[in-house]
């Protein structure tokens, strides 16, 4: 992977990524929650901002597009069967379509479920979830349905193992708090919490996390599992509607 990865904190618990060509130079950031923190990461590295690709349209995760599109004269990249609630789009992709940063080359996966018309971001090596797939977690369902989550994880679990996934908060502790609820005899999600512990500690990112330890830990990807099934007291059942459970409780937790 060419790429060059720096993730930038913002607000209160967001993710800026930004992803440069080390072999072009070429820079963008994937979504930009707030302007100040992404333009002086850039500035202090030398960097000018070619594209912004965003994820989807909750403010949260494009307050800081029009400022960076203004200094930076960057251009915006984002889903079109959301582009009537984004920032104007100078690129409007589908699943499917392929986004380039210089010679890298990444293609668009509709991960709808968070919102209707979130999409991510996968390179090789990196994918860019936001609010799909997170560290221990997955986004809450705010317009979709369980089942379209689900099967927009199942996209992303389609992966390769070794993927890094560069998620858009900073929820690790507090996934890792209810992952506990659902797999308490979990030895590998019991040493990531330590893990996560230690790092919020010195209040460094959980990200980037692994797809392989994703499936390892999350309970939200492991909703297929039968162990996951009959420990939420569902043996049997389909993976959506386990899936579904499962995201319920973390909705009251």
Known sequence: MTL????????????????RDSETGATAVVDAPEADPIASALDSRGWKLDKILITHHHFDHVGGVESLRRHHGAKVVGAAADAARLPPLDEAVSEGDSVAVGGAHGTVIDVSGHTV?????????????????????????????????????????SLPPETRIYSGHEYAASNARFALTIEPENEELKRREAEISGLRAKNLPTVPTTLSLE????????????SVKSAIGMPGAADAAAFAEIRRRKDSF
């Open 215 to 226: 499936f390892e830990t999350n309970p939200f990807l492991r909703a297929s599992l039968e």
């Open 117 to 157: 018309g979130h999409i991510a971001y996968v390179f090789p090596g990196a994918a860019f979830t936001a609010d799909s797939l997170m560290s221990l977690g997955c986004g809450r369902i705010f317009e979709g349905t369980a089942e379209m989550m689900w099967g927009s994880l199942s996209k992303l679990a």
């Open 4 to 19: 060059e990865i720096v993730t930038v904190p913002c607000l209160s618990d967001n993710y800026a990524y930004i992803a």
